[in-house]
């Protein structure tokens, strides 16, 4: 459906993140200075947004643009004008409560999916997708996850009767 919507880069992106554990850290202690941290990753409409700009910021710092340029011109958001070291990047990371150990997994799983993209001879979007082609793609493959919220209550109602909550940090 990605790949019809013509928002496969970033259908790879948020299907990486939610494959495996969040990136985001929010020690018991530090909860509210984490959920500040994370605060400019997030996106009121959707969370799949916030994982595509934590990615932007990521690749950022790595030197890259989110669909594969090398970094020079600076760009905004605080864009770093080159790679950072390994060191810097982690320091980075730690900084916003973000967890190199997960980063790298959620890295690793993106190029796992790259290598499966690679296999059907899919091609990657080269423009970015709009918000409502990444979350029509989505939607394809979510069915069990989409909810209804409660008007008076914090979850939301799911498929079969299954109340769920939104990550605490969102």
Known sequence: EAVQRQSLSEVLV?????????????????????DEKHKPFDDERSEFMGHLKLWQ???EGRGRHPFG?????????G???????NRQQEQRLRERFV?????RE???????????VAEHRWRL??????YEQ?????LSGLLGNVGCKSDLEDWYLGARGIKFWRHPGA
């Open 79 to 85: 864009a770093h004008p080159h790679k950072l070291s």
């Open 125 to 130: 979007n080269t423009t970015p997708a709009t």
């Open 57 to 59: 910021w990521i690749e």
């Open 99 to 103: 967890n190199p150990r997960r980063v």
């Open 14 to 34: 948020i299907s990486a993140a939610l494959s495996g554990q969040d990136v985001r850290d929010r020690p018991l202690e530090q909860q509210q200075a984490a």
């Open 134 to 138: 990444i979350h029509l793609a989505m």
């Open 69 to 77: 340029g090398e970094s020079g011109e600076g760009g905004e958001g």
């Open 106 to 116: 959620w890295r690793d799983i993106h190029a796992q999916l790259h290598t499966v």
